[in-house]
């Protein structure tokens, strides 16, 4: 499994759009590496933790590090989110773009998969990039439903598909007037976030 690490400026302990400071992606093959992996990740930046906390107390057990449980992982992450830093992990296919960083003027959405049916504690995730003068969250969101047929089964053949109201009225505003409302996306956001995709979005 590709594992990729990310250390990430957060606007708030509970953001979903995050800044990128650095990236690595590893080869492991069970959570106890996948641990492991991380905690090196922290070791190997330890100068990028060192600029944005003043907490020396902390700084010192960064140093030193040893992550045992997924619990202490979790524990920590909470406290460099009070110090607005925070570290995103996931699952990756092997060829998925932008290995180790982003480009310009893009913004690279992340669609996690929490339903993935891995038997780890770390979710698999794709990603769509897009232009960030585009504004075009249709695309990303398009991208997302196609790739998991919602609503697109004989099950559901006849019934009203609750997603397609709110991407044709995004699609038309922005293609009209180069917004994406704010209303429309959170009621996608959520949608799907109830069908078990959360989607956070990374830019440099």
Do not use: C, W
């Not at 690490?5 to 080869?27: E, G, H, K, W």
């Amino acid at each position: 499994m590709l594992l990729e690490i990310n250390l990430v400026f957060s606007q708030s302990i509970y953001s979903n759009a995050f800044t990128l400071i650095a990236r690595d992606r590893i080869v492991v093959e069970n959570d106890d590496q996948a641990l492991n992996q991380i905690t090196e990740f922290i070791k190997d930046h330890i100068d990028s933790f060192d600029a944005a906390i003043p907490d020396k107390d902390l700084m010192n057990r960064l140093q030193s590090l040893e992550l045992v449980t997924i619990s202490d992982l979790y524990s920590l992450k909470f406290y460099l989110a009070n110090f607005g830093l925070d570290l995103l992990f996931n699952y990756v296919a092997e060829l998925e773009v932008n290995p180790t960083e982003i480009s310009e003027n893009t913004i690279e959405y992340n669609i996690i998969d929490e339903l993935d049916s891995t038997p780890s504690f770390i979710r698999s995730a794709s990603k769509v990039v897009i232009n960030n003068e585009s504004g075009d969250l249709h695309t990303v969101y398009s991208k997302v439903i196609e790739g998991f047929g919602f609503f697109e089964s004989e099950l559901t053949a006849g019934f009203n598909n609750p997603l397609t109201r709110s991407l044709n009225v995004l699609k038309q505003s922005e293609e009209l007037m180069g917004v994406s409302p704010v209303a429309v996306t959170t009621e996608i956001n959520s949608i799907l976030d109830y069908l078990g995709k959360r989607i956070i979005a990374i830019m440099k």
